[in-house]
Structure formats: structure tokens, C-alpha cells
């Protein structure tokens, strides 16, 4: 079965500056996706990056970027110029299709913690 | 863009009653949707595949009779707790897929659910 991890619990940031969340997973297939999904005190999970394993180039998305290292099995996130509202849950997720007409099951990471400072 | 519903957003009800949660495909039709358990900050972890038509398909450890899932109809799948117990307060978030391949999911906004 496939694992994530997320070794940080916690993560703090001041506002404008860069921080990293870091991801590692376990698989042994080649086809799968990657995904950040951030939880805001509200609950409702919130896509925040996508990225399909066959592509070399990492995704990006506004302040939002990925460093996928497919060989290490290394997703981390990289928020810039962090803002008040990045505060939230970020989960890292891998899903891999299960062939046919069924669908995969997405894995979630523990999750990370981040807070922003003002 | 497409959005999944959740009612109720929250619910309290007393020790050994039922409790019903729906998970609605607002515009688009699926044939699948999740349901996840999540404790508070802790992780999604999935409990079962709700299939229209068929039965669901629960994941280890999860109990199916106390557990009920019945997709009712391309856009509505239910969850039943049965004879709850405080240890089942937790937050229950459904989720549809948004793409063919199924890898990108629409979530619903979850219930809390709180049983006394």
C-alpha cells in the first residue's frame, strides 16, 4: 500500500516570507498523481496544487509551487510571499488510478500546521 | 465549477440514536463518492467507496453495519451512524471525482457530527 508522510507537524511563517512543506511517499508504480490540499479553520479542503508524476516539470500555481523529485519520491510545497490567509492544514495526497472502470483512492499525509505572523 | 453538498453541516444527538448524512453532486452526476473520517487535527482517513447501484466497499477496520452507505441515486449517497456513541463524534467529509481518471476530487464541506 502507498504511504505520505509529512515529517512537520508544525510549520511557522512571517507574512511575505517563503516557506517549504515537505512530503516524502512510497509507491512502487510509475503512474500516479501528487496533490496539496490546504484545510482552513473551516474544514473544507481546498485543491491547492496538482501533479501528475509523468511530468517532469514541476507545477505552479500563483505563489504556490512544487518541487517533485520522482526518484527521491519527494513532493514539497513552497508557498511565496506568504500571506495571513495561507494559514491553514496542508495535506499532502497521492492517488494512483486502480485500472479499469474503478476508481483509485487518495492517500492523505498526516498534515502540517501552518501558522502565519503578521 | 461543480460542487458537492453536505447536510447537515453539523448534528448533535444522544448515545445509541442514528444519525443520517447526505452527500450531494450539485450539476454533475457521479457514479462513486468517498466518505472520510477526520479527528481533529489529524489526517482524512477514508472509510468507504459509496457505488450507485452497488454495494459500498469499506476499508479495514471500518464497521459496515454500523456504517451504513446507500447511493441512492447518480448525485446523492448517504451515510448512517448507527447507534451512536460518543466515539463516534468526529467530522465526516464526502468527496466525488472532478475528472475521468478520478484523480482530482470535488469535497464536500463536511459534518460535524457530536454525539452526547
Known amino acids: 500500500a502507498q504511504t505520505v508522510t509529512q515529517s512537520q507537524p508544525e510549520m511557522s511563517v512571517q507574512e511575505a516570507e517563503t516557506v517549504t512543506l515537505s512530503c516524502t511517499y512510497d509507491?512502487?508504480?510509475?503512474?500516479?498523481?501528487l496533490f496539496w490540499y490546504k484545510q482552513p479553520p473551516s474544514r473544507q479542503m481546498i485543491l491547492v496544487i496538482r501533479q501528475e508524476a509523468y511530468k517532469q516539470q514541476n507545477a505552479t500555481e500563483n505563489r504556490f509551487s512544487v518541487n517533485f523529485q520522482k526518484a527521491a519520491k519527494s513532493f514539497s510545497l513552497k508557498i511565496s510571499d506568504s500571506q495571513l490567509g495561507d494559514a491553514a492544514m496542508y495535506f499532502c495526497?497521492?492517488?494512483?488510478?486502480?485500472?479499469?472502470?474503478?476508481?483509485?483512492?487518495?492517500?492523505f499525509g498526516q498534515g502540517t500546521i501552518l501558522t502565519v505572523h503578521p | 465549477g461543480a460542487v458537492v453538498s453536505q447536510h447537515p453541516s453539523r448534528v448533535i444527538c444522544k448515545s445509541g440514536t442514528s444519525v443520517k448524512i447526505e452527500c450531494r453532486s450539485l450539476d454533475f452526476q457521479a457514479t462513486t463518492m468517498f466518505w472520510y473520517r477526520q479527528f481533529p487535527k489529524q489526517s482524512l482517513m477514508l472509510m468507504a467507496t459509496?457505488?450507485?447501484?452497488?454495494?459500498?466497499?469499506?476499508e479495514q477496520g471500518v464497521e459496515k453495519d454500523k456504517f451504513l452507505i446507500n447511493h441512492a441515486s447518480l448525485t446523492l449517497s448517504t451515510l448512517t451512524v448507527t447507534s451512536a456513541h460518543p466515539e463516534d463524534s468526529s467530522f465526516y467529509i464526502c468527496?466525488?471525482?472532478?475528472?475521468?481518471?478520478?484523480?482530482?476530487?470535488?469535497f464536500g464541506p463536511g459534518t460535524r457530527l457530536t454525539v452526547l
Open positions: 509507491t512502487s508504480e510509475s503512474d500516479y498523481y
Open positions: 495526497a497521492f492517488y494512483q488510478n486502480a485500472g479499469g472502470t474503478s476508481y483509485g483512492k487518495l492517500t
Open positions: 468527496s466525488a471525482p472532478r475528472t475521468r481518471s478520478g484523480d482530482t476530487q470535488y
Open positions: 459509496s457505488n450507485e447501484g452497488s454495494k459500498a466497499t469499506y
